[in-house]
């Protein structure tokens, strides 16, 4: 194999300066390097895992694979495909998004234009309500109503990560996720049937707790907490490919908060439990929500941040 050209990339579909009409190959290391270029320029967080990540997926191949094509010659297809992937990072969107997938504990989870991207700030809450969880099935009886399987419900569930996730840990669990956007349904009950838990977990087009009528043993959300403000100065990642309904709380980010922890009691089985995310700062006043509504048992859970992500109570069985 010849020596590359000087000139280590031609970018979004021209030839960069230095590269003649003679230059008819490209590597992919260069491109590589053009890419890691391109994202530094452009301020990307940690630009060269980026552009690993975007070729991997641009190429179809793994890490393994990449280190053992560097000087793999790249076809003008794959170039195209590549500039493609690259300037929509650059313009904001997130190689998650590009993928369509994010993993979420330890899971896969689809993604389209009407769900939030799953984060790790929101698998405290999954954490928080596995540690509330009695241990052993004798003492799982004794809190959630004999034999009868624990069901869970999810408001607002966008991919159903946090239904899917706790079914994951919860074997013996069935769930409901509800989100007012057709689009999230259909991708939250195509990620159940890739996990292979739509046996398990149902999806439906609902706002809220309007249409429900059954009871359950958990309810968890995690609603819209961004107050409308503060979305314009959000980073273009999310305020321009998360979902607005997703994130706009209203003014001061608690409308949510207000209006469901009212009417959670009439959907609780006795010791049912109930966990909600969070924004920073938010914690004190929807445990204060809880409070006012006769919630017991209290608790705020820190993510890895540091900050308190999750806010958990308990309706008594009295």
Request: with cysteine; aromatic share 8%; proline share 5%.
């Amino acid at each position: 194999m010849g020596s590359p050209p000087s000139s280590y990339a031609r970018g979004f579909g021209g030839q960069v300066a230095g590269m003649t009409a003679n230059d008819k190959r490209m590597y992919l290391t260069e491109y590589l390097l053009f890419a890691v270029d391109k994202l530094k320029h452009a301020g990307v967080y940690n630009p060269q895992l980026v552009a690993r990540l975007i070729v991997e997926h641009a190429l179809n191949i793994d890490h393994l694979q990449m280190i053992v094509q560097t000087e793999r010659v790249l076809a003008s297809e794959d170039i195209g495909s590549l500039d493609g992937f690259l300037e929509r990072r650059i313009k904001g969107e997130t190689v998650a998004r590009i993928k369509g997938q994010r993993e979420f504990w330890g899971l896969d989870f689809g993604l389209n234009e009407a769900t939030l991207e799953p984060r790790p700030d929101s698998e405290t809450l999954v954490e928080a309500v596995l540690t509330l969880m009695p241990r052993g099935r004798a003492a799982l009886d004794s809190r959630f109503r004999g034999n009868d399987d624990v069901r869970l419900l999810d408001l607002g569930t966008g991919t159903g990560c946090l239904l899917l996730a706790l079914l994951y840990e919860m074997r013996e669990a069935t769930g409901i996720g509800i989100d007012i956007n057709p689009r999230a349904i259909e991708q939250a009950a195509l990620n159940a049937e890739a996990l292979g838990f739509d046996g398990r977990a149902s999806f439906c087009v609902g706002n809220w707790l309007t249409n429900v009528t059954e009871k359950f043993d958990i309810i968890v959300s995690n609603p819209p907490y961004i107050p409308s403000t503060e979305i314009p100065g959000l980073m273009k990642e999310v305020r321009d490919f998360d979902p607005l309904l997703a994130l706009d709380g209203g003014e001061d980010g608690l409308v949510c908060y207000r209006s469901l922890i009212p009417q959670l009691a009439n959907f609780l089985y006795p010791n049912g439990i109930v966990a909600f995310e969070v924004g920073d700062g938010q914690a004190p006043l929807v445990a204060e929500i809880f409070r006012q509504n006769g919630f017991t048992n209290i608790v705020t859970h820190k993510d890895l941040s540091g900050i308190e992500r999750c806010v958990t109570a308990d309706r008594s069985a009295s």
